[in-house]
């Protein structure tokens, strides 16, 4: 065999690792090399993954990680830069790639299950989307967050749409005006994460939080979970409103009666997901 066929037949890493522990998948960003940046194929294999878990009954939580030193360093600039050579200088491959990573975002805010993210590392322009895209997140000490589209003439307006209902406004401001990196404390204290954790131990640490969460009715989670994004859209009146049209519905389930007897009898309730 010569060494361009030995090449060829050699089987490809995989981008996107996938493994399951106990009822929570864990889904792990590996292009190393490359910082972990989100390219056309990494952003559909996110896309497909979480398609793939939506309805599994079997996986109650999901917690997004990295391998290498980076969590992601957002869009690959590379691949992007390689179409400006397209009649339309690329335009309608960004639009493609600008859509696709959206809906992809939007998939893991609707996904009916939490989503952890565990950042080892810097999270940088898209990266830092998707980490305020999770409903949940923990991050090393060593992490560090930047939206530094600024110095590249390029502003992150897509990231801008995560980190904005994650972050107040004027940290938001600081971090899309100067570029400037975030460390993890600070981004703890702004709200963009949960939890700092020692270096290295943050995929457990995500996992473990998951497995919290996990223990809950999972209609219960599905239902409080996209009952608040949806308030967090609506006028105060039209939210409260909203709210207490679930919480009543929520009140009719199953689980919140199980939930509420075992509570009164003080014992374990026994779940049935609906």
Not at 216 to 235: C, D, N, V, W
Not at 252 to 261: L, P, S, V, Y
Request: hydrophobic share 45%.
């Amino acid at each position: 065999m010569t060494p361009q066929a030995a090449h060829a037949a050699a089987p490809q890493t995989p981008i996107l690792l996938r493994e399951t522990v106990g009822s929570i998948r864990v889904l792990t960003l590996n292009r190393p090399a490359a910082r972990n940046s989100l390219s056309e194929a990494m952003i559909a294999e996110l896309h497909a993954a979480l398609r793939d878990i939506h309805d599994d009954s079997e996986v109650r939580a999901l917690v997004i990680a990295a391998n290498g030193p980076a969590f992601s360093a957002g869009h690959d600039m590379k691949e992007l830069t390689a179409r400006r050579t397209d009649a339309d200088r690329g335009r309608a491959y960004f639009a493609h790639i600008m859509t696709a990573c959206s809906a992809m975002m939007q998939a893991i805010v609707q996904l009916p299950k939490p989503v952890v993210a565990a950042v080892q590392g810097i999270a940088t322009a898209a990266g830092c989307q998707l980490v305020a895209s999770c409903d949940l997140a923990v991050a090393s000490e060593a992490a560090t967050f930047a939206t530094p589209g600024v110095d590249i003439g390029l502003f992150c307006s897509t990231p801008m749409v995560a980190l904005s209902r994650n972050v107040p406004r004027k940290q938001t401001m600081e971090m899309l005006l100067t570029g400037e990196p975030v460390p993890a404390t600070t981004a703890r204290d702004i709200g963009l994460i949960n939890r700092v954790v020692a270096a290295g131990t943050e995929r457990d640490a995500a996992i473990t939080l998951a497995q919290k969460v996990a223990l809950k009715s999972a209609y219960t989670i599905k239902l409080g979970k996209a009952a608040f994004y949806r308030q967090a859209e609506m006028s105060l009146a039209d939210a409260y409103r909203y709210a207490a049209e679930v919480m009543t519905e929520n009140m009719m389930a199953r689980d919140a009666e199980e939930g509420i007897g075992a509570f009164i009898e003080k014992r374990e309730p026994k779940w049935q997901d609906r």
